[in-house]
Structure formats: structure tokens, C-alpha cells
T-cell receptor, first 113, second 113 residues
């Protein structure tokens, strides 16, 4: 158990809908990262927040957004969902904001029908 | 910009024989390099990391990797495979300027009895 929690474990929704994925980092970790893992794209870094501020951006679509709250938990919002958004979404956390070991949560499996 | 190439999508070994998972990287900066393991339906777990200290890095579960700058490689090895090593392995590069981690496509390791 990495100490990173993600909810929900599974999410099934329809195209065009909006969903929110939630992540709680390990106690003491200030950075939260979001990743998308799909069969065709592999594992892709989406975005990083450090202590409430956006720190780094990867291949995140404009339909997706994230935020980190004062208690350091983070939410990833996915809107106008498409079939291709079906994937496993991982959250990870680390103590600092660069070159630190990242601890991964168990993931949220999103299925868009 | 940085990128990583895992040279084998699938490696199959017999239990008790050596494991070699190959990874080449490209980075504009002095890279940090990581190997992560993902067991089925689980999140990613860090095996080991290289951050410009010793070029031979020892990780958990008997794995080690050697950073070779001249060959831009960071291959993962283990002297003797165990059935529990069967999983997906990801080589990851992170640049010095930000924490944008780039994952390889993954190598699926199968261990035969």
C-alpha cells in the first residue's frame, strides 16, 4: 500500500458527460501528479500540482482540468467525455516537486460508453 | 525534451534464469532515470532510481540497473527470476528542469516455471 488513495475505483459513464476523480496524497507529500494509462497511448503524464499550484503540464487535453486543494487532495475533472477517454487514471504523490520518488495510487478505471 | 525507448515489448524467461529488460533514453539535461513495476490491476511501484550518483543502482527485490551515458542506456537486470517478478516494467526519464516524467511503452515480463 503506497499511502495514496484514489476514488472511485471504477467509473462508467456516457459520452458527453463530466466526471471528477479524486486523489489523496501520502501524508506529508506536497506534490500530486495525474497520469493516464491506455492501451494505445501507454502511460502519459497529464499534470502536476505542488502545494496548490500547477507545477508542470504534460499531454493534458483542454477538456480536462485539475486542482489541488488546501488540504492537498486533488481532483481531476474530465468533461465532454469521448470513447477514447476510457483509460486507467493514476494519481501519484511525492514530497517535493522535482526528481523525487513518486508513490502511485491504485488508479481509477474510467469506461466511457 | 526527454524520451525513453524500451527495446522489448515482451520478455519471457524461465524461473531461476537471468532477467534483462532494455531501456535507452534521450535527454537534453542530466537525466534522472527510474524503473517502475506494475503488477496486474495494481498501481506502479518504484524499483530503483538513478540521480547522478553511482552508475550501478540497486533496487528492491534483487533488481539493479546500470546507467551508461556513452550508450544512453539504463538496462534493468536480475540474476535469477522468480515467478512473482511477472509484471509490466516501465523505464522512466525525468529532466532536470521540471518533473515531467516520460514513461516508456513498457515491457511485459513473463516467468515460466
Amino acid at each position: 500500500d503506497s499511502g495514496v488513495t484514489q476514488t472511485p475505483k471504477h467509473l462508467i459513464t456516457a459520452t458527453g458527460q463530466r466526471v471528477t476523480l479524486r486523489c489523496s496524497p501520502r501524508s506529508g507529500d506536497l506534490s500530486v501528479y495525474w497520469y493516464q494509462q491506455s492501451l494505445d497511448q501507454g502511460l502519459q503524464f497529464l499534470i502536476q500540482y505542488y502545494n496548490g499550484e500547477e507545477r508542470a503540464k504534460g499531454n493534458i487535453l483542454e477538456r480536462f482540468s485539475a486542482q489541488q486543494f488546501p488540504d492537498l487532495h486533488s481532483e481531476l475533472n474530465l468533461s465532454s467525455l469521448e470513447l477514447g477517454d476510457s483509460a486507467l487514471y493514476f494519481c501519484a504523490s511525492s514530497v517535493g516537486y522535482s526528481e523525487n520518488e513518486q508513490f502511485f495510487g491504485p488508479g481509477t478505471r474510467l469506461t466511457v460508453l | 525534451a526527454q524520451s525513453v525507448t524500451q527495446l522489448d515489448s515482451h520478455v519471457s524467461v524461465s524461473e531461476g534464469t537471468p532477467v534483462l529488460l532494455r531501456c535507452n533514453y534521450s535527454s537534453s539535461y542530466s537525466p534522472s532515470l527510474f524503473w517502475y513495476v506494475q503488477h496486474p490491476n495494481k498501481g506502479l511501484q518504484l524499483l530503483l532510481k538513478y540521480t547522478s550518483a553511482a552508475t550501478l543502482v540497486k533496487g528492491i527485490n534483487g533488481f539493479e540497473a546500470e546507467f551508461k551515458k556513452s550508450e544512453t542506456s539504463f538496462h534493468l537486470t536480475k540474476p535469477s527470476a522468480h515467478m512473482s517478478d511477472a509484471a509490466e516494467y516501465f523505464c522512466v526519464v525525468s529532466g532536470a528542469k521540471n518533473n515531467d516524467m516520460r514513461f516508456g511503452a513498457g515491457t511485459r515480463l513473463t516467468v515460466k516455471p
